[in-house]
């Protein structure tokens, strides 16, 4: 695949002085307080399983913020949290069981993301996946925020995710890393954020071709979100005026694409 991915001077200025807007620095703020929130509920086999199956819904149809997948997922008894989906030995049980619940609750692809649903518990269950997932979370949780190996540590986390869980890809194994809170510098990419930044950036300037095919290539996704990273290293942004600025994360990015929609 033939990419080219340029980000010089012009767009940074362009891109900083977006996301200095009074409602980009108010999603960004959403942004810090979802990560915190996620990231409190620690390391467990239940929010490992829920990140999974948030990435699996998510990854098979259209999910906005007041859509059905999300008003799913929002549910104070989520009928595929681990405390519902763990009580079931039997894989055909299971399946059935998963097939049906996501059918129930008009959503797409049930029979599909049944069939990972089965694959995924058994390498969490019998075959230590939630054993290695709880130790190589821990520790990027443990990791400082400013620790200069933190996004190399996320992106190799999000590879041995891609491979390890079925249905889950490049954007899924950041997404994973998201929904843990524990994403900071590797990021979920779709196509959403390849149109906002041809949008933002046009390709006249910055010599961008971003084909939406590159997303399910880690390669090629590794190099835009390398790009990204050297677009947001050391800057800084001031989210309440006279407060302590505010490192600009690439995480922070996601969440401004995200309101501009």
Not at 143 to 148: F, I
Not at 235 to 246: R, W
């Amino acid at each position: 695949m033939e990419l080219r991915v340029d980000l010089g001077p012009t767009d940074k200025t362009q891109l900083l002085a977006f996301i200095q807007r009074a409602s980009a620095r108010t999603e960004i703020a959403k942004r810090q307080d979802y990560l915190a929130k996620r990231r409190a509920l620690g390391v467990s086999k239940t929010t490992i399983w829920h990140a999974m199956t948030v990435c699996l819904l998510t990854s098979r149809q259209r999910s906005t913020r007041n859509g059905r997948v999300y008003k799913f997922l929002d549910l104070d008894d989520m009928p595929l949290s681990w405390f519902h989906v763990g009580k079931y030995k039997d894989d055909a049980e299971l399946r059935s069981y998963v097939e049906n619940t996501i059918f129930n609750a008009g959503l797409r692809m049930n029979k599909r993301i049944s069939g990972f649903v089965v694959q995924n518990r058994e390498w969490l269950v019998n075959n230590d996946g939630f054993g290695q997932l709880t130790n190589k979370l821990t520790t990027l949780a443990e990791m400082a925020e400013t620790d200069p190996l933190r996004g190399k540590t996320e992106r190799k986390l999000a590879q041995e995710l891609d491979f390890a869980l079925a249905g889950i890809g490049p954007k899924q194994g950041r997404n994973f890393l998201l929904n843990m809170g524990l994403a900071r510098d590797d990021i979920p990419l779709d196509s959403r954020v390849l149109a906002w930044l041809s949008e933002k950036l046009p390709p006249s300037e910055n010599g961008m071709e971003l084909p939406q095919s590159m997303l399910a290539d880690e390669g090629a996704y590794s190099m835009l979100m390398d790009a990204i990273q050297a677009l947001c290293d050391g800057q800084q942004i001031e989210l309440k005026e006279g407060a302590e600025p505010t490192l600009l994360r690439p995480i922070y990015l996601d969440a401004v694409m995200f309101d501009d929609e």
